[in-house]
């Protein structure tokens, strides 16, 4: 008899090989002839799907029939990231929103990406605009990790070609110096204490409402002379374990956490919704003019501060909490203020030694007085 059962299990088991596949299933029943009976009934519909008189059921999954195990499976790798699950669970619905993906996974093909794509850049958001770039693409990139996750499971023959839109801009607007007291100073109260904080201390908005009293240690400590911050993912719900860091205080935002830590009566030092703090965002940057702001560029601030005081790729991805040196390295390269200063400098230097004359080939150095070679650190053997 080829079904049998498993320790432990009180289900009867099937297992046998046909053209080359292995089968390992569980009948799904106690009664060990109705066992065979679904043994043999999964046999005889094997040789129809091989034959191609039958289709294989697997191949006819459809994309909202398949939503339920593509979200476990992201659940799965995305345990202690809650708001990543709600991202794929809210993109996956916007694919369902499209009629031509009423079909089985097998069928989705490039032409009904393409046609997909064209609908969704089509249609009017909430907010009276046409769908942006990047929501665009996350929809496409949520699709594309769908197929990928069905193929692996047999589920579907190819994965097809998805293209994503090019013009995607990255949120990386940095609050500049200049702007920054015209911020601070136009900014609510409530706006203005997560602004100085975010920018002293480069907390994200979550990280900036789970602060705790217990987690402000005002005491003088190694590298940090007015206290510290610790910022913990295991006990508040922030984006990740990498987040898990110790940030010295600054000046202004010591004064602020005893400030608040004095008047708070509750378990978090800032007890406001995130949606007060983004509506007096959106209404200061349009008083102001600033566009492309948000919250989260006071955090990249942060980051553009420390890459100019010559800090480290690795001393910035343990300061904002990265989970990739490859984060962290952009405030490092990427410093618009130190490259104007140090053109600027390199300019300078340029003046006091001199031009090239107008006459002489730039590949030609044989101009050059005999002093001017040190300063150039050209090291020119001598003519014979």
């Keep these: 008899m080829s079904v049998y059962k498993r320790p432990g299990s009180k289900y009867y088991w099937t297992k046998f090989e046909l053209n080359g596949k292995r089968?390992?299933?569980s009948t799904k029943t106690t009664n060990p002839t109705k066992a065979l009976q679904w043994e043999a009934a999964l046999r005889t519909q094997m040789q129809r799907v091989l034959v191609g008189l039958e289709r294989d059921p697997m191949k006819n999954t459809t994309l909202r029939e398949f939503r339920q195990r593509f979200l476990d499976e992201i659940r799965s790798l995305h345990t202690d990231r809650p708001e990543t699950q709600d991202f794929y669970g809210h993109r996956y619905d916007e694919l369902l929103a499209y009629e031509g993906f009423e079909c089985p996974l097998s069928e989705i093909d490039e032409q009904r990406i393409d046609a997909f794509r064209t609908w969704k850049q089509g249609l009017i958001?909430?907010?009276g605009r046409t769908y942006s770039t990047v929501s665009v693409n996350r929809c496409l990139a949520t699709l594309k990790?769908?197929?990928?996750?069905a193929y692996r499971w047999q589920m579907i023959d190819r994965v097809p070609q998805i293209s994503l839109l090019k013009g995607e801009r990255q949120?990386?607007?940095?609050?500049y110096r200049e702007c920054e007291q015209e911020f601070l100073v136009a900014a609510p109260q409530t706006l203005y204490t997560c602004a100085l904080l975010s920018i002293d201390l480069g907390l994200r908005l979550k990280e900036y409402l789970a602060l705790r009293k217990e987690r402000i240690r005002l005491a003088p400590a190694p590298g940090a002379p007015l206290g510290y911050v610790e910022v913990r993912a295991f006990h508040d719900p922030?984006?990740?374990?990498?987040s898990n860091r110790d940030v010295p205080l600054?000046?202004?935002a010591r004064s602020i956490l005893e400030q608040a830590t004095k008047d708070s009566y509750s378990e978090t030092l800032f007890p406001i919704p995130k949606s007060t703090l983004q509506h007096q965002m959106r209404r200061t940057?349009?008083?102001l003019g600033f566009e492309d702001l948000s919250l989260h560029s006071f955090r990249h601030k942060f980051g553009t501060r420390l890459g100019e005081a010559g800090a480290s790729a690795h001393v910035i991805k343990q300061l904002m909490g990265h989970s990739s040196i490859t984060v962290s390295q952009r405030y490092v390269h990427k410093l618009t203020e130190s490259v104007e200063r140090a053109m600027a400098?390199?300019?300078?230097?340029?003046?006091?030694v001199g031009t090239i004359p107008a006459h002489v080939p730039v590949g030609d150095v044989g101009w050059l007085p005999p002093n001017s070679l040190a300063l150039s650190g050209l090291q020119l053997p001598l003519a014979m």
């Design 238 to 242: 922030l984006k990740s374990h990498f």
């Design 125 to 127: 958001s909430r907010f």
């Design 250 to 252: 600054t000046g202004r």
């Design 171 to 175: 949120k990386d607007t940095v609050l």
């Design 345 to 352: 400098a390199m300019e300078e230097a340029t003046r006091k």
């Design 23 to 25: 089968i390992h299933k």
């Design 285 to 287: 940057c349009r008083k």
């Design 145 to 149: 990790r769908a197929l990928r996750l």
